[in-house]
Every structure is written in structure tokens, then in C-alpha cells.
């Protein structure tokens, strides 16, 4: 029975026996005697065999009649000061390893072929291997375990780590068209770093230089990019692994590696409504979908979102909704928090989860209200439309330029008398006044693990340590908030992550710093679907299509 039928793409057809490995230029790869005493790269991988390459076919390869079929026979006859000069050391476990895979593929070999009781057998993939221009002769008992570790766990995970690798290619098409032998290699390297717990320094390293000897030069180099990103991406992938399971976190990665939607929200403070921005989108040919908050439009016009300017430009500098002029007349607001401003817009994006974190701010006219961390300032401009001309929000932010986006923002959307800003950290601003508000929003830093669809630079900029550092940062900042909330106000928390350490666990820890805060269901803010069995608010990105994001209330006594 073959293996192939697990795989969700279709895979190039697998490396004949007839066909050994060869360079560009037709350079076939040969084993040469490896030297008495090898030294070893790493303890796990055994020995070594060293591999040189024949530079011409000419008369080094012959198809004399071996057996039943016309098998190339590769000259080992290669000079010593050529042999010396190329030498380049190569793992051998994952060398038979990757052409084990090979042979599976194609339904020639088991899993379990090489193990301890199965000599005959071993012995004939041995041959296979020396075919294809590798040296054996130095593979042990103990490495012959470990290729049957690789080989299986590697089959065993092979959907996984094809939706893996395919996710790190630049695009599908690579993947689709990638060598056998290449994409046998890549899986062992991702098996080895996210399963069997191998150094990443080790495996990139070993990997890639295998790729280099059985393949070619380039073919190293891609295995170096691709295994390198994995290793930035490892820490992710395995908490999503183990809070989520492999099945949800492949469906997240699927989401994230889509064309992002976007959103756009109608100006409802200058009197507008969704149905005279839906008019407006139809007459300029627009592709839209409702969301499922009454001011919100989405759009998606298929193109991978980028952070900074240079996204706004990909994605709008040419569109119609510009060219019409609806941002600047104030109509709607495009909302990406990743996009910055563009001449005096602000461009903002949490889409429907900025409306429903708002939502479960719940403001209402007359209230005053604290958005900590607020610039640019999309979730102020909203809930300041929300007051009907009746209450007052302040703004807090430590980025003066942020906050100056946010000023003009709230000129262009009629909102700027309602709305001060305080440029500020929050923490001395908390120490230093004695002013109390009925809401205090804090959309903390965070990781933004709920936004990598739309902010991909976070996948190779984020760390682990970074975690640790933002959570230490969200006590200080909740605690601060804390201070701001009058006697039966509400405190409300809120981030774009989907980590449980950003979020549940943030407040589980705020509660036993503040025992005079009391959690309270976002049950009536927002709709069912949204809410958890602790009664916070937490949009999944493949539950819901849309981004990750998390909000909790919290109500402070009155003794």
C-alpha cells in the first residue's frame, strides 16, 4: 500500500533507480572511499560518509546488462587531488533516510525495512542507495534505529510537514513543482527540528549540506532559506500545536498564509449608513459582503497585505474607493493599525473585531471614557461615534506621532471635539492623576498572533522571549488602568492575540493582584458565537474568518 494518497497536494513523481542524481549539467553524484577516520558533526548522526562529484559522463558511467535491466554503473576511479578538493561531509542517516522516502513514495519500500530483523532487506536498500551515489559502509546498528525513527515519524507527520513546507515556500507553484529528492529532505529537516527535538543549527546544517552533494548548490541554499524560517516560526507552530491540535493549527496556518479581507467602516457620526456606502461601493463596481456589525463593509481585493506605507499603496493606491474620494470626504474609514496614515487619512485595521471590542466597551452618550494605548486611534474614532455627540473620550499614548494621526483623523470624521489626546505613558499618567472615568479601555501590546494574515512580518520578527516581555509589560499596563476606573466602572482588556498567555491568563493573574475587580459576561455585547464558558469575548480566525482577537470586562466594586 502506497503513502502517496496522504499527501493534500499532488507530489512530482519520485526518483527511478534509473535515474541517479544529477546536477544541472548532467554531473552524476559518486561515492568515493571514505577516509579512516571521519569526524563526526554531531553525536546523533553517526558517522559520516564523504561524497565527491564526477564532473563529466563520458566513460565514468556505463549500462553494461546488471541483472534483468540496463542499471547505470558509476566509475568510483576519481583522482585524489579532485576527490580532496571537493570533499564535502554528509550525514548518512539523513542520506538513506531521504532515499528511503523516495522508495516509499513510490510504494518499493516499508517503513520498517531497515530495522534489526530485517538484514536481507536492509541490505538491498543499502544497494539502492549506493546507486544513487551514496557510500553505506559505515551506517551502524544504532543509526540504522535512527533512520527507522526519521523515516517513519517523517511518513507518519508527511501531510503536516508538506502543509508546513509548503506554507515557508514564496509560493505554491514551488512546492508543487519541488524535486523529490529536495522535498524528501526538507521533510526530514522540519521532522527532525519540530519532533525529534534535533538543534536547529544541526539539522539546517546537515540538511542542507546533503541537499548540496545529492542535488546541486542552489538546492542547498533553498533548503537553508526554507529551514531557516521554520526554525523562526518553531515556537509558534508548537503552541498552536498544543493548545489548538494539529488539525486546528493547520487550518489557522491555511488562514493566515490566505489573502487577507478587509474592512470598511461607514461614518455613521456625519449621518451616513451602511446602505449609502454599500450604494456608493456598487456604483463604483466594487466586489462587498455585510458584515456582521451593522457598520462594516468587507472587501478583498486579492492582494497579500504589507505593513507600512508600502502597503497602503499595494492595496489602495490605485483603487477606486481613492479615487472617489469616500475616505476623504470622511464617509468610511479603512481600518489597519499595520498601515499607518497616507497624506492626512488615518488607515487603521481590526475590521468587525474593532467593532466588537467596541462593542463590548459598550459605550454610551454621556459617559467619559479612557482608551489606553489608543493611537492611531481606530477603536477611539468608533466608540466616539457611538457617544452621539454626548460624553467624552481621552486618549492615551506614548507616540506623539500616533497620536497626532489620530487628531486628524477625528477632524476628518467630525469627532475632534469630543476627543483629547494625552501624550503620555500610561504608567506615570495613572500615578499622576487623580481623575476617574466610568470605562477604561486597554487594547494592550501584543503579540498580534491574531493578525498574521494581514501582518506577516510578525511571523519572522516575533520571538519567543518576546513573549515573556509583553506579558510582564500587560500586568504593569492592566494594573495602571486599574487605577483610572471610578467605583462601579468598568475595566476593559483587550489584544489581537490568540496565545491564552495574552489573554485568560492575564486576567486570571489581574483578579489575584485586584481582588476588587470582578469579571463580568460579554453575554449581551456581542453575539453567542463569540463568547467563551468564562464569558469573554474571543473571535478565532478559523472559527469565525476573521482575525484573532480577545476582550474581557471587568467591574470594579463599590466599597
Not at 560518509?49 to 558509476?74: E, F, N
Not at 452621539?388 to 506623539?400: A, E, H
Not at 516581555?469 to 476606573?485: H, I, N, W
Not at 475595566?491 to 463580568?520: G, M, W
Request: glycine fraction near 8%; proline fraction near 5%.
Amino acid at each position: 500500500m502506497g503513502f502517496h494518497r496522504e499527501i493534500p497536494v499532488p507530489i512530482p513523481a519520485p526518483l527511478s533507480i534509473r535515474d541517479p542524481p544529477r546536477s544541472p549539467s548532467g554531473v552524476i553524484l559518486a561515492s568515493i572511499p571514505a577516509p579512516r577516520s571521519p569526524v563526526p558533526i554531531r553525536k546523533l548522526s553517526g558517522r559520516l560518509l564523504r561524497i565527491t562529484r564526477i564532473p563529466k559522463l563520458g566513460s565514468a558511467v556505463s549500462t553494461k546488462q546488471t541483472g534483468r535491466s540496463k542499471d547505470p554503473v558509476i566509475n568510483l576511479d576519481v583522482s585524489h587531488h579532485r576527490a580532496g578538493k571537493n570533499f564535502i561531509n554528509v550525514c548518512v542517516v539523513e542520506a538513506v533516510a531521504a532515499v528511503r522516502l523516495l522508495r516509499i513514495e513510490k510504494g518499493k519500500a516499508f517503513v520498517d525495512l531497515l530495522n534489526e530483523t530485517a538484514n536481507d532487506s536492509g541490505e538491498n536498500e543499502m544497494g539502492y542507495v549506493e546507486t544513487l551515489g551514496f557510500s553505506t559502509r559505515y551506517l551502524e546498528d544504532r543509526d540504522i534505529r535512527l533512520v527507522t525513527v526519521v523515516v517513519a515519524g517523517t511518513v507518519r507527520w508527511k501531510r503536516y510537514l508538506d502543509y508546513l513546507i509548503m506554507s515557508l515556500c514564496s509560493e505554491e507553484k514551488l512546492f508543487r513543482e519541488m524535486e523529490p529528492l529536495l522535498l524528501q529532505i526538507l521533510r526530514i529537516g522540519f521532522f527532525e527540528i519540530l519532533k525529534l527535538g534535533v538543534p536547529a543549527y544541526a539539522a539546517v546544517d546537515e540538511n542542507v549540506r546533503l541537499a548540496k552533494v545529492a542535488l546541486r548548490p542552489g538546492a542547498g541554499n533553498m533548503v537553508n532559506a526554507i529551514l531557516r524560517k521554520l526554525v523562526l516560526l518553531k515556537w509558534m507552530v508548537r503552541r498552536w500545536f498544543r493548545f489548538l491540535g494539529k488539525d486546528e493549527t493547520l487550518r489557522l496556518m491555511n488562514w493566515n498564509n490566505s489573502d487577507p479581507h478587509f474592512s470598511l467602516r461607514v461614518n455613521t457620526s456625519k449621518g451616513y449608513t451602511r446602505a449609502d456606502l454599500v450604494k456608493r461601493l456598487e456604483s463604483l463596481q466594487i466586489n462587498y459582503e455585510e458584515s456582521i456589525m451593522d457598520e462594516f463593509v468587507r472587501i478583498q481585493e486579492g492582494m497579500q497585505a504589507r505593513s507600512g506605507l508600502d502597503w497602503f499603496c499595494c492595496f489602495f493606491g490605485d483603487s477606486a474607493i481613492l479615487q472617489a474620494g469616500l475616505l476623504k470626504e470622511g464617509m468610511c474609514a479603512v481600518q489597519d493599525e499595520s498601515a499607518g496614515n497616507y497624506l492626512y487619512l488615518v488607515i487603521m485595521y481590526d475590521g468587525p473585531v474593532t467593532g466588537l471590542v467596541v462593542s463590548v466597551v459598550g459605550p454610551k452618550p454621556g459617559e467619559t471614557i479612557v482608551d489606553c494605548c489608543a493611537a492611531p486611534g481606530g477603536k477611539t474614532l468608533f466608540m466616539a461615534s457611538r457617544l452621539l455627540g454626548q460624553g467624552k473620550i481621552w486618549t492615551v499614548d506614548v507616540n506623539k506621532g500616533r497620536l497626532r494621526i489620530l487628531k486628524d483623523a477625528a477632524k476628518v470624521h467630525g469627532l475632534d471635539d469630543m476627543i483629547t489626546d494625552i501624550h503620555a505613558d500610561l504608567r506615570q499618567f495613572a500615578k499622576d492623576t487623580a481623575a476617574k472615568y466610568d470605562k477604561v479601555l486597554l487594547d494592550a501590546p501584543c503579540s498580534g498572533l491574531g493578525v498574521l494574515s494581514k501582518r506577516a512580518d510578525l511571523r519572522w520578527n516575533r520571538q519567543f522571549e518576546d513573549l515573556e516581555e509583553l506579558t510582564s509589560l500587560q500586568d504593569e499596563l492592566l494594573d495602571s488602568a486599574s487605577m483610572l476606573v471610578k467605583p462601579g466602572g468598568i475595566l476593559i482588556y483587550s489584544t489581537c492575540s490568540i496565545d491564552p498567555e495574552e489573554n485568560e491568563k492575564r486576567i486570571t493573574a489581574f483578579i489575584q493582584r485586584h481582588p476588587e475587580f470582578v469579571p463580568q459576561s460579554v453575554r449581551g455585547y456581542v453575539p453567542t458565537e463569540f463568547i467563551t464558558d468564562e464569558g469573554f469575548y474571543s473571535s478565532s480566525p478559523t472559527k469565525h474568518s476573521m482575525d484573532g482577537a480577545f476582550a474581557a470586562r471587568l467591574v470594579r466594586s463599590v466599597l
